[in-house]
């Protein structure tokens, strides 16, 4: 016995999808080897150089991220990085791999609250399978912008994450992947990236486990 599907609770024995069942395996929603970096909600504010992600936001990835985040369910990590990892090496078949790896942060409250950082684990589990460096607090927020988020426009947002993370280090004529569970707006790569990239970058890419295509807020 090999424990039971995280997404349809059947048992898994034998041949099994690594925590998934084959046919929840296969079912997943998987997204082509592109950039995503146009598809965000602000394309002219975008930085960093190249956005993948796995899974396009559906219910069975939505169920798995919200189970990794909200449900205490780390061990999930081992679950959604050899998904990302298979992504990660379509997108750079014909192109050099980052150098490093960094996770992106969260505030010290969400952390002291959940326990874990879920893209740290990711990150970790990622850079193992890749046989990446990672660069272990990388990334600092400064302060919580969650507050915040439902309260203002989508270029006020923007604004807030660009002042919310600072880099740690000297970053000089590396290429940096920074790993997160989802990408929504892109206003968090962005910081992110332009964190990195005052710090002596030469490219900032992010890896996502999903891609939740944005929306316009109502209010603009």
């Avoid at 000297?170 to 992110?192: F, H, K, P, R």
Wanted: aromatic share 10%.
């Amino acid at each position: 016995m090999l424990g039971y599907c995280w997404l349809c609770n059947q048992s898994l024995t034998g041949r099994t999808g690594g925590g998934l069942c084959l046919v929840c395996l296969y079912d997943l929603p998987r997204l082509p080897p592109s950039c995503l970096k146009w598809r965000c909600q602000q394309p002219e504010r975008a930085q960093g150089r190249y956005w993948y992600a796995a899974m396009s936001w559906q219910a069975d990835t939505r169920s798995l991220v919200h189970r990794f985040k909200f449900h205490s369910c780390p061990e999930l990590a081992q679950v959604l990085a050899p998904l990302m990892v298979a992504q990660v090496l379509h997108c750079y078949q014909d192109k050099p791999r980052p150098d490093a790896i960094m996770a992106m942060p969260m505030s010290y409250s969400r952390w002291v609250k959940r326990g874990y950082n879920q893209a740290g684990l990711l990150a970790r589990a990622v850079a193992e399978q890749l046989q990446l460096p990672i660069i272990s607090g990388g990334l600092r927020r400064l302060y919580d912008t969650g507050t915040q988020q439902h309260h203002s426009s989508a270029s006020q947002r923007w604004d807030s994450m660009q002042r919310s993370l600072y880099c740690t280090g000297n970053m000089t004529g590396l290429t940096i992947a920074v790993v997160d569970d989802v990408l929504t707006t892109g206003a968090s790569i962005s910081a992110a990236a332009a964190a990195i990239e005052q710090r002596g970058a030469k490219a900032v890419d992010a890896w996502t486990f999903a891609f939740a295509e944005p929306h316009p807020p109502l209010n603009e």
